[in-house]
């Protein structure tokens, strides 16, 4: 099983609607857990971190549930500009440690 | 947020060539770096931990004498491919952990061809 998993898409949805992705991690000692977003041959941007009493960043959401590990973002009112691959990340915590990366969900917002 | 560089951007090589990857942290210290590797429509996948001054800690499958870290500098990491072949042709991507801002920093990435 992977440790980090996702739906690989693509996900192709016209501008303005509402898209959610999801996410599932292996390793219950997980302590960090992020969203980040890849642009075609670039490098990883992180979007937002992801707390387990969910937050929202514009329009951008996000969710933990910890009992369940998964992991969710929410885009409302896709823009053209949202097209990218999105990666769930996770790391078991502790100063610098290092990031596990999902394979990302491509999303592709169309006209 | 803070900056992380790598250079050459791109790189394409014989072979059988050695090729080294530089990844600095421009306005801040980093004591640890890490190097990722990105096959096309695949996920990053950690390769090694680069510690300033120390030997760097590599991942399951990762050949050390294949990919060289040295982490002489709190600003500078290097990873050097050895006797590169078609198969290490890939994205190299380093990060910086920012003490400061508790977070890792990605550099923009190097893409290798192997001919």
């Known amino acids: 099983r992977k440790e980090v998993e996702q739906d690989p898409g693509p996900f192709n949805v016209p501008e303005g609607a509402t898209v959610a992705f999801n996410c599932t991690y292996s390793n219950s000692a997980s302590q960090s857990f992020f969203w980040y977003r890849q642009d075609c041959r670039k490098e990883p941007k992180l979007l937002m971190s992801?707390?387990?009493s969910g937050n929202e960043d514009g329009r951008f959401t996000a969710q933990l549930n910890r009992a369940s590990q998964y992991i969710s973002l929410l885009i409302r009112d896709s823009k053209l500009s949202d097209s990218a691959t999105y990666l769930c990340?996770?790391?078991?915590?502790?100063?610098?440690?290092?990031?596990?990366f999902g394979t990302g969900t491509r999303l592709q917002v169309t006209l | 947020g803070a900056v992380v560089s790598q250079h050459p951007s791109r790189v394409i090589c014989k072979s059988g060539t050695s090729v080294k990857i530089e990844c600095r942290s421009l306005?801040?210290?980093?004591?640890?770096m890490f190097w990722y590797r990105q096959f096309p429509k695949k996920s990053l996948m950690l390769m090694a931990t680069s510690n300033e001054g120390s030997k760097a800690t590599y991942e399951q499958g990762v050949e050390k004498d294949k990919f060289l870290i040295n982490h002489a500098s709190l600003t500078l990491s290097t990873l050097t491919v050895t006797s590169a072949h078609p198969e290490d042709s890939s994205f190299y991507i380093c990060?910086?952990?920012?003490?400061?801002?508790?977070?890792?920093?990605f550099g923009p990435g190097t893409r290798l061809t192997v001919l």
């Open positions: 306005d801040f210290q980093a004591t640890t």
């Open positions: 990060s910086a952990w920012a003490d400061v801002d508790n977070e890792q920093f």
């Open positions: 992801v707390y387990s």
């Open positions: 990340v996770v790391n078991l915590g502790g100063t610098a440690s290092k990031l596990t």
